[in-house]
């Protein structure tokens, strides 16, 4: 009755923030949800102590390639915010994509905030990939 589904493996993450795609990154940290608790205790019941949901968090998402041409329209997006051309609170996507361009998962993003942009470190002494990494923050995901 049920297909067999093979495990999903991405190997590349596109997003696109406020319209803009910022192309695709090789690493997607931070997607996640977790549900805040308060604890109650109830006067006679020594059974257990209540956990009431009280609200949602959702961590900081970062995203980290090495750096493409794509790392312009990253300036671009940050720039809007800055120059305040655009308000906190964008939408955005993650699509996580295989090899061959099959999206396996897309991650709607609620309220869009840029957080930090980090370029890399640019040293002679020891030669490696020269790499990017965005962190934002959002107020909710939808799949």
């Not at 900081?60 to 041409?69: F, V, W």
Request: glycine content about 10%; aromatic content about 8%.
């Amino acid at each position: 009755m049920y297909k067999d589904q093979e495990p999903a493996v991405s190997v590349r993450f596109v997003v696109e923030l406020d319209d803009i795609n910022l192309g695709a990154f090789t690493s997607c940290e931070g997607l996640g949800i977790e549900v805040v608790t308060e604890q109650r205790e109830e006067g006679g019941n020594n059974q257990f102590v209540w956990q009431l949901p009280s609200r949602f968090k959702y961590p900081n998402i970062k995203l980290t390639r090495p750096l493409t041409a794509d790392t312009k329209e990253v300036a671009r997006w940050f720039a809007t915010m800055i120059d305040g051309g655009r308000k906190a609170g964008g939408t955005g996507s993650i699509r996580a994509m295989t090899g061959d361009g099959e999206v396996v998962a897309e991650f709607a993003l609620q309220n869009v905030v840029p957080v930090r942009w980090t370029g890399p470190s640019l040293t002679v002494e020891s030669p490696k990939v020269a790499t990017e990494t965005i962190e934002i923050a959002h107020h909710g995901i939808k799949v």
